[in-house]
């Protein structure tokens, strides 16, 4: 009996002692487990999460269109390691991003070679393809912390007869400065080149690169458009990344990327496009503070970030801005969708208008696109293309824009061609396509992203005045003369065909035309085309409809034609002259006014 109740009280001891260490083993799991999960030991199950840490505990998170935001599934998810910092290679030339000095007995030399790619392909030669960079991120991005598991991507560089140290300085840096657990692949696209280097030389070279690094080739010439969709098609990464092929990528350019389209799946993102100077390629840092847009004339331009935009950020440079338009050379989006959203109109040609396309469709179909201040990319920007566009630029430029027009802008699509004149008789091809993805996908009209998204454009939206404005005592109009902003505006013949001699009059007493305001430094001085600031001051003008004067607000003086120089308006002392009364009475039929 004795010996019966020692083994009870033996099976009783280990029993205990079982699970007193199954407890511990199971404390000490959970406080080496990842908080991004919501369980853990010290991990909370709010939605706040730790700090850089994807929230993947139930919340409602809504975007831009009140909608919920989809996270990402964390099954596509990895674990990562920060990429180490390149080391300074000392006496190489442009070594941390400095100005490459070509000597006095090369200078010949260098101008020849710059005619191949239209940058200085010496000093490109002379960088090494692993090339050190500063640091330029903000001080709060260096101290960020991104999630511990992020969405892998795959790489597409679309080239054609691009410079062999460009193209692989290119490769390297996405190597050298990139979590390599996170790069699925990258894809070079050859768009038919035919320089010899990027033949069966490149496709070696690759091959012996410690990632995947495949070429795809068009065979024909394609443009970047569909040579971008044959790397798309290719891509196994949960997201694609496009890059042109004379890039350089800085620390921690990637990590933020990622991490905010795994917040947020429907977010198309872009880094700061640094420039890197085409004549020493000098590694020169960007403003955080420009966002994308474009003028009447659909061309893309960067624009000082408004303080609407700064409020919604509370002031935080280092968080992601919302941006009315892209670039479109460098950006990430998820793959899938990618395909949901319609990937690029494939009845565009060659290069131009896909990012302003892509822009307009995503914000009005339901995406979100942003610059991410913390991911900084640099690019080497040139002053002309050494390319040949196939039936002129103008001819391809033309048919881009106007499939975008015709698609997207609703009514301010007759203003672009009021603008645009030669945009009306190029064959744009089939369009049924493209508006049918945007009946399907349910996409809010231009109106709305005039509005909400874009309420600081250029583009005419509730104007006091939008047409010629007249001189009474000669009958002639304001016209920019095609020049640029800092020159003069004049005056000629009224012709009636828009274009140039387009100007508003705008709620913010600017007298506008496209980007650039009617602008006055003093009493005396030359009433000059100067791009708009939206703050005033020099901009501002007040026209009276009763004596039909326009006066300069900070002089008091008014726009005024002269007999000795009638193609140049000056100010003078206001004195109800016909010299100095304009006619705003012709409006285009289409303008959009709210009813």
């Known amino acids: 009996m004795s010996l019966m109740r020692c083994r009870r009280h033996t099976c009783k001891i280990i029993i205990v002692t079982s699970l007193i260490w199954c407890i511990l083993d199971i404390m000490i799991l959970l406080s080496y487990s990842d908080c991004s999960s919501g369980i853990g030991f010290g991990c909370t ?79 490109s030669e002379m960088i090494s393809l692993n090339r050190s960079l500063q640091d330029v991120r903000l001080s709060q991005c260096k101290s960020k912390v991104y999630p511990s598991l992020l969405p892998t991507t795959s790489v597409v560089i679309v080239f054609h007869n691009e410079a062999w140290t460009t193209l692989l300085r290119t490769v390297h ?199 991410i201040p913390c991911s900084h990319v640099g690019h080497v920007f040139r002053d002309k293309s050494p390319y040949t566009f196939p039936g002129g630029v103008a001819k391809i430029v033309n048919k881009n824009a106007a499939r975008v027009a015709e698609v997207w802008m609703d009514e301010w699509r007759d203003f672009y061609y009021s603008m645009n004149p030669g945009a009306r008789n190029v064959d744009i091809g089939d369009l049924a396509p493209r508006k049918n993805l945007r009946e399907d996908l349910k996409c809010k009209t231009f109106r709305w992203y005039l509005e909400n998204i874009y309420p600081e454009s250029q583009m005419p939206l509730d104007y006091f005045f939008l047409g010629e404005i007249r001189n009474d005592a000669t009958h002639n109009c304001l016209d920019t003369m095609g020049r640029k902003s800092g020159e003069e505006v004049g005056l000629s013949y009224c012709h009636g065909l828009g274009g140039n001699q387009v100007f508003a009059y705008t709620k913010r007493q600017q007298v506008m035309s496209d980007d650039n305001c009617l602008d006055a430094a003093g009493p005396d001085g030359p009433v000059k085309l100067v791009r708009c600031h939206g703050m005033g001051g020099n901009q501002a003008w007040v026209y009276n409809k009763m004596d039909h004067s326009l006066r300069h607000v900070n002089t008091a003086k008014c726009l005024t034609t002269q007999a000795h120089d009638p193609s140049s308006p000056k100010l003078v002392s206001c004195e109800g002259e016909a010299s100095q009364q304009w006619l705003m009475q012709d409006k285009f039929k289409w303008q959009a006014n709210k009813s």
């Open 173 to 371: 840096s996405i190597m050298n400065r990139s979590p390599k657990e996170l790069v699925e692949e990258i894809i070079l696209v050859d768009d038919a080149s035919e320089h010899d280097h990027l033949g069966s030389e490149l496709e070696e070279y690759a091959a012996s690169l410690p990632i995947p690094v495949h070429v795809l080739r068009t065979g024909v010439r394609s443009g970047l458009i569909r040579a971008r969709l044959l790397g798309a098609k290719s891509a196994k990464g949960s997201i694609i990344t496009f890059l042109d092929a004379h890039c350089e990528c800085t620390e921690g350019w990637l990590e933020p990327l990622l991490a905010e389209i795994a917040v947020n799946r429907k977010a198309v993102v872009c880094p700061v496009i640094d420039v890197i100077s085409d004549e020493s390629f000098e590694y020169i840092t960007a403003s955080d503070m420009t966002w994308g847009g474009f003028n009447w004339k659909l061309n893309f331009r960067w624009y000082r970030v408004p303080q609407r935009e700064m409020d919604r950020r509370n002031g935080d440079r280092s968080t992601p801005l919302h941006t009315p338009a892209m670039a479109g050379g460098l950006f990430a989006i998820d793959r899938d969708y990618f395909y949901e959203v319609g990937s690029y109109d494939e009845g565009m040609d060659i290069w131009g208008g896909e990012n302003l396309e892509m822009s307009f469709r995503v914000w009005q179909c339901g995406g979100t696109l942003e610059i």
């Open 45 to 123: 199950n709010s939605d706040t999460g730790k700090k850089g840490s994807i929230k993947f505990s139930k919340q409602v998170s809504v975007d831009a269109h009140g909608a919920e935001i989809e996270e990402y599934p964390r099954s596509k998810l990895k674990t990562w390691h920060k990429a180490k910092v390149v080391a300074k290679q000392k006496g190489k030339p442009g070594e941390m991003g400095k100005a490459v000095q070509i000597p006095p007995d090369k200078e010949a030399e260098k101008k020849e070679k710059f005619k191949i790619n239209q940058f200085n392909l010496m000093a």
